[in-house]
């Protein structure tokens, strides 16, 4: 099973900034066949996807993630970060990493939330004065 543990949430005024790290392990867990992306969700409304990466390695974006957040991976793939800059309060939300095969995600579809099996419990952000 692959296993997923995020970190660095937490609260910050608007206008800040912070980085989440989603650590990757298991028995199944393969770097070569596993795509990683973030995921949120806030009180009262659906899951979200962030931010992603579909097969074709390219980063994909929420239109409101999109010029703020940058999704990236350590050099061995065993961690994916997003950094969070000039956050607003609607950012406020549980953020989740997730992993799926990467030959399912077909264009268009790096931030379908039912294209991936696995999920972590999340780490919250909170933006507020």
């Known amino acids: 099973q692959v296993q997923l543990a995020e970190s660095g949430g937490g609260s910050v005024q608007p206008g800040g900034s912070l980085r989440l790290s989603c650590a990757a392990s298991?028995?199944?867990?393969?770097?070569?066949?596993?795509?990683l992306a973030w995921f949120r969700q806030a009180p009262g409304k659906e899951r979200e996807g962030v931010a992603g990466?579909?097969?074709?390695?390219?980063?994909r974006y929420s239109d409101s993630a999109k010029g703020r957040f940058t999704i990236s991976k350590d050099n061995a793939g065993k961690t994916l970060y997003l950094q969070m800059d000039s956050l607003k309060p609607e950012d406020t939300a549980m953020y989740y990493c997730?992993?799926?095969?990467?030959?399912?995600?077909?264009?268009?579809?790096?931030?379908?939330?039912?294209?991936?099996?696995?999920w972590g419990q999340g780490t919250q952000v909170t933006v507020a004065s």
């Open positions: 298991g028995y199944i867990y393969s770097t070569s066949r596993h795509c």
């Open positions: 990466t579909s097969r074709d390695g390219r980063p």
């Open positions: 997730a992993a799926a095969v990467c030959s399912g995600l077909a264009g268009g579809m790096a931030l379908a939330a039912d294209m991936y099996h696995w």
